[in-house]
């Protein structure tokens, strides 16, 4: 093996976290008798293991175990690989009941191990030489995790830690997850009053407040308006279909574990729809078709029910009910390039007007097992290559990262602290149409089977809200803003004229609120900004008899009294430019 520091950095780093892992499960052990220790893999930053432990973690015992690790770190002790046959293992891990279920499913009669000091795990590396060498780290926190994933498996605790080369990494990392912390969109969603969760009436189910409805409101008019412009036809479909629909899709072969059990109607199975596609199809089919129809665009927001595992559900970022942003193109074959580019186009348009300027492209390709014939999907990846080529946009081609039934662009927004979250997908389809024998009359007078397009910009709402409040940290721009000001009358005698001022920006369309509750002033000007509205407009005498307002920008900036006609005309401007405000 090669010394570490001639390796690649993320050799050297994969090495180092994966050391660490087993480094804190000899502390935990040693701290914990009795404890049952399952796997504990590196990962992007960092390390984790999973344990059955006599008790429930504390913040506490993050520090003990932290202590116990660099005990073994100053030891320099060294890593030594082995092999030993499976019945030996057994015997080696019998009071080991996760290791021993790891053994049952491995093929290979030698197993392979790692011993540092009194710890032995089995595992095949690679690691450090010693134990001294695996960097700067930090223990982090604690969660629960299923072994192997499974809800009906037991739960256990997992701890995890961050790594890196350098302390000078480590610190820039903790530095990114406390701000990350702070922009978490739970704690923004309960703080700024947008949303909540009821695990006791449905785990991974939105429950949307008046704010929150009011931010959705905001873009799913804009995601109408824009695709009435851009050539689309906006349609609605239900939200269960017999199974016949769905047998007909493939959705019962090949997707049945993420749907929800069937209703029984009449006799007849229904279920609640995973996905839009096979109604939008019948939509198309419920007349003939020429070609001097299509292309044909249709739009919907319609919302989609997914089984996902407990452990998985996240926020608003992993539910499992959601509506999609999506649209389906019917369209020639020699309309294709035209259909992708256009949706490539528009991606970037609303990608730029929430504020998003940076993203990745990806290319998936087949599949090793795919549907439609071997000259389609070449067609059809070149059709997409294509047209990223021309925009000038850098893609990374996800070699047989495609699902089945065509190729697909997938593009990945990426949010103020740098990461990556998938929005946008283009997506051929070479299955749909043949399971339902879609077809148009050409120029010949006869049937011809049209291309068709999966397309979503946004994703689902719910996963681009949750992406918004953190790329914002929820002080959204004027034109998204919940609500985009706040009337504080300064005294009793005053709330009157806040009314006025009140109804006079809404009948301008604007979302403006009054605080007229008995408090200072000053708390209600902290009030505001700790719930990150845009602007606070002041009114005492002067701007009654004047007809204006103090217009303060929850960023502490005083635009001094301005009159209504001005606040109103500014608010516009800013709201016309999705831009930020100009003091």
Not at 35 to 43: L, M, N, S, V
Not at 230 to 248: A, E, F, M, Q, R
Not at 484 to 507: G, K, M, S, T
Not at 545 to 574: M, N, T, W, Y
Request: proline share 5%; charged share 30%; with cysteine.
């Amino acid at each position: 093996m090669a010394p570490l520091d001639q390796m690649s950095k993320d050799d050297r780093l994969y090495r180092m976290r994966h050391s660490a892992a087993h480094i804190m499960a000899e502390a935990v052990l040693e701290i914990f008798p009795g404890t049952k220790f399952a796997i504990g893999p590196p990962i992007d930053t960092g390390f984790y293991y999973d344990f059955e432990l006599p008790r429930p973690l504390t913040e506490e015992d993050l520090d003990v175990i932290d202590q116990r690790m660099r005990r073994s770190i100053k030891a320099d002790l060294q890593f030594v690989h082995d092999e030993i046959g499976k019945d030996e293992a057994r015997r080696m891990f019998a009071d080991q009941p996760f290791k021993l279920d790891l053994i049952e499913g491995i093929t290979d009669e030698r197993l392979s191990l790692y011993k540092h000091g009194p710890f032995t795990d089995l595992c095949e590396g690679p690691h450090v030489d010693r134990t001294g060498q695996v960097g700067a780290f930090k223990l982090l926190s604690i969660a629960g995790a299923y072994w192997r994933g499974d809800e009906h498996n037991p739960m256990l605790q997992r701890i995890y830690g961050a790594l890196f080369e350098t302390q000078q990494e480590l610190d820039g990392y903790l530095a990114r997850v406390e701000e990350m912390a702070k922009r978490d969109h739970r704690r923004l969603g309960r703080e700024l009053d947008l949303f909540s969760f009821h695990e006791e009436f449905g785990p991974g189910l939105v429950y949307w407040h008046p704010k929150g409805g009011r931010l959705r409101t905001v873009i799913e008019d804009f995601w109408r308006q824009e695709h009435f412009r851009g050539g689309y036809d906006v349609v609605y479909s239900p939200h269960i279909g017999k199974s016949t629909l769905w047998s007909t899709s493939g959705h019962l072969d090949f997707y049945a574990e993420n749907m929800y059990s069937p209703m029984d109607v009449d006799g007849q199975d229904y279920y609640v729809k995973p996905m839009n596609c096979p109604f939008h199809i019948q939509i198309f089919k419920s007349q003939t078709r020429s070609y001097r129809d299509l292309p044909i665009r249709m739009a919907e927001l319609g919302t989609v029910y997914r089984y996902e595992r407990s452990g998985v559900l996240h926020g608003l970022l992993r539910v499992r009910g959601f509506t999609q942003d999506d649209a389906h193109i019917f369209c020639t074959p020699e309309q294709v390039g035209e259909e992708i580019g256009r949706a490539l186009d528009f991606m970037m348009f609303f990608l730029k007007a929430f504020g998003f300027e940076d993203y990745h492209v990806y290319l998936a390709t087949a599949p090793e097992h795919y549907a439609g014939s071997r000259e389609d999907w070449e067609m059809a990846q070149q059709v997409l290559k294509d047209e990223v080529e021309q925009r000038s946009l850098p893609y990374d081609i996800d070699e047989g990262g495609a699902v089945f039934y065509g190729p697909k662009v997938d593009v990945k927004m990426v949010d103020l602290l740098g990461r990556e979250w998938q929005c946008t997908t283009v997506q051929f389809d070479f299955n749909l149409p043949e399971r339902f024998d879609v077809s148009y009359i050409g120029e010949d007078g006869r049937e011809h089977r049209p291309f068709m397009v999966h397309r979503a910009l946004l994703g689902s709402i719910e996963r681009f809200v949750g992406v918004l409040i953190e790329h914002y940290g929820g002080a959204f721009p004027l034109w998204l803003a919940p609500v985009q000001a706040i009337v504080i009358p300064i005294a009793d005698r005053h709330i009157e004229y806040a009314h006025r001022v009140v109804n006079d920006l809404r009948a301008e369309g604007l979302r403006v609120e009054m605080d007229a509750r008995g408090e200072r002033m000053q708390a209600k000007i902290r009030d505001a900004q700790l719930q990150k509205v845009p602007y606070m407009l002041i009114v005492g005498d002067r701007e009654q008899e004047a007809g204006a307002a103090a217009v303060r920008h929850r960023d502490g900036s005083d635009l001094g009294a301005l009159p209504l006609f001005q606040i109103i005309d500014r608010f516009k401007d800013e709201i016309a430019t999705k831009g930020q405000p100009e003091n």
